[in-house]
């Protein structure tokens, strides 16, 4: 099958406007010379391509075009008008680096985007030079240096109080419910700094893994993180994007699995996320969280439904009182065959695509 081999900063390849972004893989996070191998798998069709990347290129790109008989298709879009990118190519046929020059452009309103050595930028105000939008504080606290420094390095060890069984277990509770979407692609929304990005991906249970998050310092430790791992398997497969949960720079349909780890109390607005995730879900997609119930206990406190309404005000946390609320958002947004595991204040929860 006819390939395609780009060379160029982080995140964006030089592609015409009919090549597929399904197969998009990010080949090398350190700037060194390498050959690297991309195979298919045994039941597709026979194909594999060498890649040798320069000493001055901090990652390259593998794209293929589309298959006909797998029926690959586009899965970026722009977070604007949600239709599919076009990227554009320097007259070298290598992509500069992203102060340089325009790296990818909406078909339809024309919005430019790009990447930086750590991620693609693809939230919808991201390029502003005056403009800032600040977020509740609960997303700005993730954005700090600190706290995205520390987050596997104490902050998230912490979650073992309220009923959290640890990453590893959490990551093999998961695949249970993602056994039917296995071999396709997953986004770990808010992703922070990457602990199950990298578990996905090590996992190879996955043909392209996406750790998205909107904190820039939560990305830039994932990208450390992964570049302090020695022979870190399958590093081709992940691509570091940045985008608003609510605001999914995906095409509708195009994703076979969304996984949000610890997340869902955080977003400013867990409906209009869920919504978004059941926007960009295929038929039969799979979106799986964990989170956080207060009841039990919890429920004898007084006015505690007027204390939330106060927490949520001022810090932009969403604090869940039961189960049936999570069942409704998920219900709400499209999603069905709702089920869930509890351990105490911990939930992890799974809904399908209506197919």
Known sequence: ??????SGRFSTASLPTCFSLSR???????????????????????????????????VDFVIEKKDKNRGEKKILACPICYNSLAWISQPNGLIESAASGIQAQCNTCKRSYSGNETHLDLAVASGSKRYSEPMPLSTELFRTPLVSFLYERGWRQNFIW??????????????????????????DASCGSGMFSRLFTRSDL??????????????????ELLNKEENFPNKEKLVLVRADIARLPFLSGSVD????GAALHCWPSPSSAVAEISRVL??????????FIYDGPFSFIPFLKNLRQEIMRY?????????????????????????????????????TKPS
């Open 1 to 6: 099958m006819p390939m395609t081999v780009v």
């Open 257 to 260: 699995t969304v996984h949000a």
């Open 162 to 187: 309220g009923g959290f069984p640890g990453p590893e277990k959490e990551f093999e509770m998961a695949k249970a419910y993602l056994k039917p979407v296995l071999g396709g692609n997953i986004i």
């Open 24 to 58: 998009l893989h990010s080949v090398k996070y350190a700037a060194q010379r390498r050959v690297v191998f991309v195979s298919r798998s045994a039941h597709a069709s026979s194909a594999s391509v060498s890649v040798e990347t320069n000493s001055n290129s901090n």
């Open 206 to 223: 996955f043909s392209l893994v996406i750790a998205l998050d909107y904190s820039e310092n939560m990305l830039r430790q994932c990208y």
């Open 282 to 291: 295929r038929p039969g997609g799979v979106f799986v969280a964990t989170t």
């Open 315 to 351: 810090s932009g946390s969403h604090i869940f009182l039961n189960e049936r609320e999570l069942e409704d958002i998920c219900k709400a947004c499209g999603l069905v065959n709702f089920t869930r595991v509890r351990n105490g204040p911990f939930i992890m929860l799974s809904a």
